[in-house]
C-alpha cells in the first residue's frame, strides 16, 4: 500500500512540476534532452512525451532559467542545457517555499 502511495504522489509531482524536475536535474550535471526524458521516466515511472519535454525546455530557455549550446560529441551534434544563476535562484526560492519559509 505505501510503496503504491509513493508511487501515486511521485507521479503527480513529475506530472505537475516537471520544470522544477528538469531544473534539479539540470542543476547536478548539464545534459541532453533525450538523457533528461530517459532519468526522469526512470525515476517517475512515468513516460515523458518528447512533444511536451521540448516545449518545456524552449519556455525555460525563454525565461532565462536555463541556456543551451550545441556540442559535437563523436558523430552527433547535441543541445546541452545548463542551468543558469536565475535558475539557481528560482530553485532556491522553490526548496525555501517547500520548507515554509515563505508562506503567503
Do not use: C, F
Amino acid at each position: 500500500m505505501e510503496e503504491n502511495l509513493k508511487k501515486e504522489i511521485v507521479q503527480h509531482i513529475t506530472k505537475n512540476l516537471l520544470d522544477i524536475q528538469i531544473l534539479t536535474l539540470i542543476n547536478k550535471q548539464p545534459t541532453w534532452g533525450y538523457k533528461i526524458k530517459k532519468q526522469i521516466e526512470a525515476t517517475s515511472g512515468l513516460k515523458i512525451r518528447h512533444g511536451a519535454l521540448y516545449p518545456l525546455l524552449k519556455k525555460l530557455e525563454s525565461r532565462g532559467l536555463i541556456t543551451s549550446q550545441k556540442q559535437q560529441q563523436g558523430k552527433r551534434t547535441r543541445k546541452i542545457y545548463m542551468i543558469t544563476e536565475v535558475g539557481r535562484e528560482y530553485l532556491k526560492i522553490y526548496n525555501a517555499v517547500l520548507k515554509n519559509k515563505y508562506l503567503y
